[in-house]
């Protein structure tokens, strides 16, 4: 019995596209003292794999799978690899005596723009994952799959300059492709003008609300706050709805129309804002989320979407003899009103991920 | 409680279109909480508080009515929420009935027919109950005078009024006269037993405010002379006759009053802005004072002298906290009132005890508080459902701040999550895991926001209880009715299926998961008024059917979990506990059934006065006894049960008999208490507490502080948790009264035999206080963890289009180390082997160091500063203690730097004398530290140790190569002011009042410490701030870096640099000692051939190194003869080369294959051997080569051998006179074996003939061309050395090249040729050295730099072959250009007879070589070549007149090589 063990230099399997993954790979033999027997493996490799899955509810439907059928396998579902790294020979022909262990280590650089991000959307999915394969001698392969979550990054285009004097540059230290990404990423999410949004409907007489968005960059994690000034509205807003949500656009000419798009919310807040003059919201951007991105086959939007309720008319007081008594209307008649707008939503540091992201462990083992 | 939003505003429609503003002046909630009534001086309005809609409202509009009733003051509610009565500033009450149809709903939002303008979301359907409510005038009650407050109960109402008199009123408006009584008949006293009582003295003596207090016996009251009171009666009526008024002891001036129900407090409000809170005293029935408060504001508004009166009290239902509002101080009582401006608006939150955890002006800046209003201030403040809401009125706006608390209130089950896990009315937050942080960016603002579904939510609101697994895998949460669950992970919720099922279930005392797969609900069956404990698998749908139920006996309010026991307390004070067992149902659809069997009951009732007072329950085991025979416990590992009995902290455990102990308080005034055995189970802790355990053993009986070993080896945290003290210890927040801990001494562990283990091994309580309020507190790595809500701004649009900012909360986390409280409290016990034991535990934390600093700074604050002197001081203790730990002399260091001067004395006094600290560090080589103390020396020792000292650190950074604290050191020496380290010069600025001098010798005087102290703290500061500014320009580093090093124009940057370094007069005595430090170092360098390290201190220490190679290339010029005086030359080249190589890891260049390829075609017709056969199998070799890697080694030998086959003793390299090579080169060469590997495969076969450094001795054809044309021909001279792949990294050849750079602004001719050389770049060689640098550098050393390339060119064929085709171009140069200059005659020869000698050898080496290799004609085709080789010099020089010097080498070769043609037996060299 061998066992083999991929663990990641990080705690939680969450990588910026342009790092580095190392994995160390241990493979011990399991069988102790005399009676152990000595193992060996033919090879054993690593690589980075990542696949798409289109969502069998698109494409896979009777009409578009006869029009164009998929190859597709028993094995592989729907899955296509669209990335694959140079596959890492970790050893071949090792042999391991009872009780010992082996340690390899590896590295895997991630292409900066070239493989897409992790991403679990209802049209179209990007799993990542790195793939432990070996085999025994004149057996099977087997392999582990290790799930690596890929944030796509910003601002590695830009070329790294060198320190000048080369004597000062092993103090200064390079910044590393996540304090890279994340200057960049600071650089665009500050916030600079805010966004001013006067909200009508019908024409542009009866206004409902005044929206002022600080920014329109935002990195995952961050909150998304605004404010929205009721006073001088002439319609009465009662209540209003602020979502984020992400819309997932299918780039496949197969597919038809009213399937291309789909839409998740992330946050959402209805507050009632019936006797309200202003209202703030927060509506917080997930750090597990997807920041924006798009593929050949897929692009990913970031939208702050409002629903305003309104009325025609506000909570009116009548007079009813000496006291003025007045009581809440049962029914109120409402109209909704629609209105969205992109925001851009940037990578966020991994580490920071990290922190509430459990869905990716950062080891894996298997017996062969 | 804690804010994470903006209070919204909601506004009041206007019953009168002229009203001026809503003057509110009084918001009071119903019993349940779902109603807020909010008075105005004109109407009243009924509001929902969730959604925040308007229900119903009532104005007063006639003026006649107006002035006979005057203005409305404030509202009661009756208890069952079918009346409100409102009190008026005239001598009336109106009482309003309150008409609510809770079967039809108001504002039903009505979609149109249009689907397009439907709402389709599903939170904008509101769910919930919205009543329609009415409210009709029904009574108004005349009285004799102006009422000043009521007290509501269900059938009566008390009325207090302004003349003193109080009067029963039924809600039917009748007054009760019977029962009336007059505040100045009540007798009061100090407490309720024997002492006497006396009557208020004066007769206009009123109430102003009174509030019921049934679980206190009475009513608490607030006397119009500022006195308080609690009034209680034994009879049930209140009669006259029978009540008694209880004093609040010293209190002089109250406003108002509340009662916190849960932990038995009254709270009263204070003129003087306090808030004070009193409990009974158990024995005597007194009111004691529990603590006393005033709102603190750290970071915002200075609160001092503005605070007025306390306006409002309004503790929480749940207890778990109060809000307080505050007036403006009075105008006409201060004066000082007019200077500063009034006091803004102020509310603040505090927890139970009295510890704030909120306050509306933290961080508040005065200035973005809206345009002052006089007299601006909250005037009413309630708390909303829960206390998720505070309703807040102003004199123009009614607002409602949303809140979130710790999920932990009334929830045991979530008191020791090493998260903080907050509850708001409708969302969780989860804190980050904390061991992940380290590495994130702003962890602390990262929370986990789980929203709970709205399909729950919309109609339970709000949620009541919060329960997460330890793993925080699941949520599960409850509101009004039922509860829901989700898992944390794919935020999937599960609700019940069947509504009614969920409306059935009423959560009483808590939800919880279990076994991480089933949810426990402690709740109550609202049909049939059962109690139940039920569990409901979470692998199933959330039904019924799945769910097992335990019955309980009565209603349950709350619960506890421990391993798989689960205590339930019921409401007739008794504590079940059940032994949970699963069971795997069999079937079809397999789902776990649980199963409980009551372990114990415990009746506590006796001790309980009302099952509302529970504040917590835990299960525990505090028996730390390991052997022996098992104390008695309820369960396996529950030995003790405790309850927190409003702010009792009381263990119930069980004696040898079985039956109960005599419960046993050990601590009051506690909110809030953690204890890690609360949750770690038997096994687990036993096992992280054995190898803690066998290292006491280990130490021995007789522990001497010295022998507890501190060196060993600190843990990781992983394998480690904590000590047994911290993992044990019990944590206990007092509120006001800081935090506590119960701390097991575990003696026995130590004399086993000796002391018999008593039941509860021996704690000690020790006392310490954070700045922070904990939620969590972490005994595995001492942090206290809390939360606090931060303003942010957020931008706003106004009216007018500009942009202004509103301020919006978030929550922050913050944490503190608190290891250095415990130790200083253990220190101060004398109990120092245990702070040793703790420490020891604690070494392996990152901020251990820190504690260890703060220990030491803050016994050392508290005790030189003390006015007093300290009979017993703690600090030789602490230092002794810190002593015991390598970090001692950092901790030192750090801690003189951070405190001020005048307490440096007291500290060294203990320590040792700073100088004594700095020869340690030194020995210890912790110059970081050691730089520190001069500092101190500076300030304390004469100036001559502190320079001698200075400098003997700076020596000693420039030898260990920590550039940056010989930096640091010198620019300190810089910054010291000439007068300060030199008074024998006179200061050039006469501006120097303080001087150090009599500070420095005061102390030796100890009379009149207090003169010295003062005088020494004069200078002191003074002294600080050149400290300071060295600092802060050490800061600027970076920014100097860049400047430098962006500079292309060295001499620009040398000027300043120059100017920088001597700025002549002003320069002290140590900058000048430095700076010829600096200079030594730099030549020592420089002889040595460190140019690496040169670089490097040339680049870090911003050193004048082109002044200082000007004058080596001064001296040189004049006396080239003179080496190593002062001038250092380059002595051996060949030791230069190999260290340059050794320092860059610059590989030595080898043979490349093309100019192998090359020669070998050349010299293809005259030989063909085996050894080019296997030139061209170069890859075959280079393969099988790397399966054979112990055959290498003899090879390389070979490789050294088949130049210099006679000379055998070269093969033996440790017989080599240069030791440099053999350390350096061959290490370096096997490193990268691959790149000689070529070289490798081609020796075995080669024969002594067919090397290709032989080749070049080799008689050419008449067809070859000579190599040195070959090297003219390729501009690159990678073909003659090899690929690029084996040059240095970039990194190296950059600071070559920066070097290169250096030394040719300075002509150091030598290190330009040795660099070109070691970078193998010939046109860098054309480009520097020509004529110009030759002139330059003098003849003499140009002559010494072509003797070294000869020299090295014969070090080459020996040791490094790959050099020799390079340095035959160098040299070809070289001599071109020696007849160029007109100085090729001009040979150098080096001093002393060694030089000759070996010189003389290595002539005959060559010769014998040659006649080996060659044989006799080559020979003679030798000397020949050496004149052709003048000759064609001669010629290249006449030509250079009319060529241009870049084409020149070329055309000369082409030249050559026809000259050669013609020549016959023209050797390649």
């Known amino acids: 019995m061998l066992e083999l063990t991929a663990t990641l230099d990080r705690e939680v399997a969450i990588y910026l596209a342009g790092e580095t993954i190392q994995v160390t790979v241990t493979v011990s033999n399991l069988s102790r003292g005399k009676q152990g027997i000595v193992e060996q493996l033919a090879w054993g490799s690593l690589q980075l794999i990542c696949e798409r899955t289109i969502g069998a509810n698109s494409s896979l439907s009777s009409s578009s799978a006869t029009s164009r059928p998929r190859p597709t396998t028993s094995v592989t579902k729907s899955a296509a690899t669209v990335y694959s790294s140079p596959p890492n020979i970790l050893f071949c022909e090792l042999q391991l005596g009872p009780g010992q262990t082996k340690q390899f280590s590896c590295d895997i650089p991630l292409s900066r723009n070239g493989i897409p991000p992790t991403f679990r959307g209802h049209l179209v999915k990007y799993s990542n994952r790195v793939t432990v394969a070996v085999s025994h001698v004149q057996e099977h392969i087997k392999s582990a799959h290790l799930p690596i979550r890929i944030i796509p990054s910003v601002g590695l285009e830009t070329k790294l300059s060198l320190p000048v004097n080369p004597f000062l540059a092993s103090t200064l230290t390079r910044p590393s492709v996540v304090e890279t990404v994340m200057a960049t990423v600071d650089d665009l999410t500050q916030a600079r003008k805010s966004l001013v949004f006067a909200l009508t409907h019908n024409s542009s007489t009866s206004r409902v609300a005044l929206l002022t968005l600080p920014k329109k960059a935002y990195k995952l994690g961050d909150d998304v706050c605004g404010f929205l000034d009721f006073n001088g509205a002439t319609t009465p807003c009662v209540q209003y709805s602020a979502t984020i949500e992400t819309e997932e656009h299918l780039i496949d000419a197969d597919v038809e129309e009213g399937k291309k798009k789909m839409v998740k919310v992330h946050c959402q807040t209805a507050p009632i804002c019936t006797f309200s003059p202003d209202s703030t919201f927060r509506l917080s951007i997930p750090l597990t989320a997807t920041p924006t991105f798009s593929t050949d086959s897929v692009q990913l939007k970031w939208k702050i979407r409002f629903v305003f309720v309104v009325t025609e008319k506000a909570y009116d007081v009548h007079l009813n003899g000496d006291v003025a008594s007045s009581s809440a209307p049962t029914d109120v008649p409402v109209e909704s009103f629609s209105w969205s707008t992109d925001l851009l939503v940037l990578p966020c540091k991994p580490q920071n991920a990290a922190l509430i992201d459990n869905t990716f462990p950062n080891r894996i083992s298997m017996t062969v | 409680m804690f804010q994470n939003d903006r209070a919204s505003v909601l506004q009041l429609p206007k019953h009168e279109k002229d009203s001026i503003e809503a003057d509110i002046r009084s918001i009071v909630a119903n019993r349940e909480r779902r109603l807020i009534a909010v008075a105005t001086n004109d109407a009243i309005y009924i509001w929902l508080a969730n959604p925040q809609l308007l229900l119903c409202s009532i104005g007063v509009i006639d003026q006649t009515f107006r002035e006979t009733s005057g203005e409305l003051k404030d509202i009661y509610w009756k208890p069952d929420s079918s009346s409100i009565a409102v009190t008026t500033n005239q001598n009336k009450i109106l009482i309003y009935n309150l008409e609510l149809k809770d079967d039809e709903l108001c504002y039903n939002f009505t979609d149109p027919a249009d689907p397009y303008f439907q709402r389709n979301s599903p939170e904008l359907f509101i769910k919930g109950n919205r009543p329609v409510a009415h409210l009709h005038p029904t009574i108004i009650i005349n009285l004799a005078d102006v009422p000043t407050c009521c007290v509501p109960s269900r059938d009566e109402f008390l009325v207090c009024l302004r003349n003193g008199f109080t009067h029963h009123v039924t809600w039917t408006g009748e007054i009760m006269s019977s029962l009336s009584f007059r505040a100045s008949a009540i007798p009061f006293s100090i407490d309720q037993l024997q002492s006497k009582s006396e009557n208020v003295t004066s007769k206009s003596t009123f109430i102003t405010d009174a509030v019921y207090a049934p679980l206190l016996g009475g009513f608490a009251i607030v006397l119009s002379d500022g006195k308080g009171a609690l009034l209680t009666s034994n009879d049930p009526n209140f009669a006259p006759t029978a009540i008694l008024g209880v004093w609040a002891p010293n209190l002089k001036d109250a406003t108002c009053c509340d009662v916190n129900h849960k932990f038995l407090l009254i709270l009263f409000g204070c003129k003087n802005g306090d808030v004070c809170a009193y409990n009974i005293d158990e024995l005597n029935g007194a009111l004691i004072q529990s603590f006393r408060v005033a709102p603190k504001v750290t970071n915002g508004p200075d609160l001092t002298n503005r605070l007025g009166p306390v306006h409002k009290i309004t503790a929480l239902m749940n207890g778990y906290g109060f809000a307080a509002v505050w007036a403006p101080k009075d105008k006409e009582n201060s004066s000082s009132i007019s200077e500063s401006s009034a006091l803004p608006r102020l509310v603040a939150v505090f927890t139970s005890f009295g510890a704030q955890s909120f306050c509306n002006l933290e961080g508040v800046i005065e200035d973005h508080l809206s345009e002052e209003i006089e007299n601006d201030m909250y005037t009413a403040v309630e708390w909303g459902p829960e206390g998720f809401q505070l309703w807040l009125g102003t004199k123009n706006d009614l607002m409602m701040q949303s809140f979130v608390r710790s999920a932990s209130c009334s929830n045991p089950i979530m008191e020791h999550c090493d998260r903080a896990v907050l509850m708001g009315d409708s969302q969780v937050l989860i804190s980050a895991a904390r061991d992940r942080e380290a590495e994130a960016c702003a962890p602390h603002s990262v929370w986990n926001h789980i929203a709970v579904t709205h399909e729950y939510l919309s109609s339970n609101w709000p949620l009541r209880y919060a329960s997460t697994d330890r793993k925080y895998k699941h949520l599960v949460v409850a509101g009004d009715q039922g509860f829901a669950y989700c898992s944390l992970s794919s935020r999937r919720w599960k609700i019940f299926g069947n509504e009614t099922q969920e409306k059935n279930l009423l959560v009483t005392g808590g939800v919880f998961i279990w076994n991480d797969d089933v949810i426990g609900v402690v709740g109550v069956a609202a049909d049939t008024d059962k109690s139940y404990l039920s569990f409901y698998p979470m692998s199933q749908r959330l039904d019924n059917r799945f769910a097992s139920v335990i019955d309980l006996e009565h209603k349950s309010v709350m619960c506890a979990l421990r391993d798989d026991v689960c205590a339930v307390f019921d409401i007739s004070a008794q504590i079940t506990l059940y032994k949970l067992t699963a069971h795997l149902e069999t079937g079809r659809d397999a789902f776990t059934k649980v199963s409980g069997d009551i372990v114990t009951v415990i009746r506590i009732n006796e001790i309980v006065p009302h099952p509302t007072c529970i504040v917590s329950l835990q299960m525990t085991q505090l028996n730390l006894d390991q052997r022996g025979k098992l104390a008695p416990a309820f369960y396996s590992s529950i030995d003790t049960v405790l309850v927190n009995i409003s702010g009792r902290l009381i263990t119930l455990s069980l004696n040898e008999e079985g039956k ?298 420039l030898e260990e190569k920590k550039w940056t604290i010989a930096k640091e050191m010198v620019r300190f020496a810089k910054s010291i002011g000439a007068e300060d380290i030199d008074a024998l010069t006179p200061p050039p600025s006469a501006k120097t009042s303080l001087s150090r001098r009599p500070t420095v010798s005061s102390p030796s005087a100890d009379s009149s410490t207090e003169f010295v102290i003062n005088r020494f703290q004069a200078g002191a500061a003074g002294r600080l701030n050149k400290v300071r500014h060295s600092q802060s320009t050490d800061q600027k580093d ?227 061309c000579d190599s040195r044309s070959l090297a003219g021909d390729w501009q690159n001279t990678d073909f003659l050395v090899g690929e690029k792949s084996s040059r240095g990294n970039i990194q190296s050849s950059r600071q070559i090249d920066l070097l290169l750079d250096l030394f040719s602004q300075t002509a150091a001719i030598d290190w330009i040729f040795l660099l070109c050389l070691l970078s193998r770049d010939e046109r860098k060689l054309r480009l520097e050295i020509n004529l110009a640098m030759v002139r330059r550098a003098g003849e003499k050393s140009f002559a010494r730099i072509r003797f070294a390339c000869t020299e090295l060119g014969r070090w080459a064929v020996e040791k490094c072959c790959g050099y020799v085709a390079l340095l035959q171009a160098f040299d070809a140069h070289l001599s071109v250009l020696a007849e160029q200059a007109g100085i090729a005659d001009i040979k150098y020869v080096p001093d002393g007879e060694k030089r000759k000698l070996s010189l003389k050898s290595t002539t005959e080496e060559r010769g014998r070589k040659r006649v080996d290799s060659g044989g006799a004609t080559l020979n003679n085709s030798f000397t020949k070549q050496t004149i052709n080789g003048g000759r064609r010099e001669r010629s290249r020089s006449a030509d250079r007149a009319h060529k241009s010097v870049k084409r020149y080498d070329d055309v000369v070769c082409a030249e050559d090589a026809l000259e050669k043609a013609n020549e016959e037996g023209c050797s390649i060299m």
């Open chain 2, 660 to 957: 109960l102990h005599q419960p046993m308080v050990i601590a009051s005034y506690v909110e809030k208490m953690w204890h890690d055995r609360c949750i770690v189970s038997q096994s687990t802790l036993a096992q992280s507490l054995e190898p803690i355990w066998n290292g006491h053993k280990r130490n021995g009986s007789n522990v001497s502080i010295h022998s507890v070993s501190t060196t060993s080896e600190p843990s990781s945290p992983m394998n480690h948790p904590c000590s047994s003290h911290l993992s044990n210890a019990l944590w206990i927040a007092c509120g006001e009264k800081g935090i506590k801990v119960w701390m097991p001494l575990v003696p026995g562990k130590r004399n086993v035999a000796t002391q018999e283990m008593t039941f509860i091994a021996k704690r000690i309580m020790l006392p310490f206080e954070l700045d922070i309020y904990p939620i969590v507190i972490s005994a595995r790595d001492c942090l206290a963890v809390g939360v606090e809500s931060q303003l942010q701004h957020v931008a706003r649009t106004s009216k007018n289009g500009r942009m202004e900012s509103i301020t919006m909360y978030g929550l922050h986390r913050n944490s503190e180390v608190f290891v250095h409280h415990l130790l200083r409290q253990l220190l101060k016990r004398n109990l120092g082997v245990f702070a040793l034991e703790l420490a020891g535990a604690c070494r392996s934390l990152p901020h251990f160091t820190h504690a260890l600093e703060l220990l030491l700074h803050g016994v050392l604050e508290e005790e030189a500063t003390s006015s007093e002197p300290i009979p017993d001081p703690l600090l030789p203790r602490c230092v002794a203690f810190i002593h015991e730990f390598p970090e001692f002399l950092k901790t030192v260091a750090h801690c003189a730097r951070k405190t001020e001067l005048a307490l440096w004395r007291t500290l060294f006094d203990v320590t040792g004398s700073p100088n004594a600290l700095f020869e340690e560090c030194l020995q210890l080589k912790q110059l970081e530290n050691a730089a520190s103390f001069v500092i101190v020396l500076q300030n304390l020792e004469t100036t001559e140790v502190s320079m001698d000292q200075a400098a003997r650190l700076v020596k000693e950074a």
């Open chain 2, 1038 to 1264: 970076p920014q100097r870096k860049d400047s430098i090093g962006s500079s292309k124009d060295k001499t620009a940057l040398s000027r300043g640099l120059s100017g920088e370094l001597s700025p002549q007069l002003t320069v002290n005595r140590l900058a000048v000692r430095m700076t010829s430090i600096l200079e030594d170092h730099a030549w020592h360098l420089l002889n040595n051939y460190w140019i690496l390290d040169l670089g490097f201190f040339w680049a870090e220490l911003q050193f004048d190194l082109l002044g200082l190679l000007e004058t080596r290339r001064k001296q040189i010029s004049i006396s080239p003869k003179s080496t190593n005086e002062n001038c250092y030359l380059v002595d051996d080249f060949a030791l230069a080369l190999t260290r340059l190589h050794a320092q860059f890891s610059w590989p030595y260049p080898v043979i490349g294959s093309q100019f192998v390829h090359q020669i070998e075609k050349k010299l293809g017709n005259i030989r063909v051997s085996q050894s080019t056969a296997s030139l061209n199998g170069l890859v075959n070799g280079e393969t099988s080569e790397i399966i054979k890697p112990k055959a290498r080694r003899a090879e390389r030998t070979n490789v050294d051998v088949n130049t210099s086959i006679p000379l055998r003793e070269t093969d033996n390299e440790t017989s080599e006179e240069d030791v440099e090579i053999q350390e350096a080169v061959l290490e370096r060469v096997h490193g990268s074996a691959v790149e000689l590997a070529p070289v490798v495969d081609r020796s075995p076969s080669t024969s002594s003939s067919m090397n290709p450094v032989s080749i070049a001795h080799a008689p050419a054809t008449p067809s070859s």
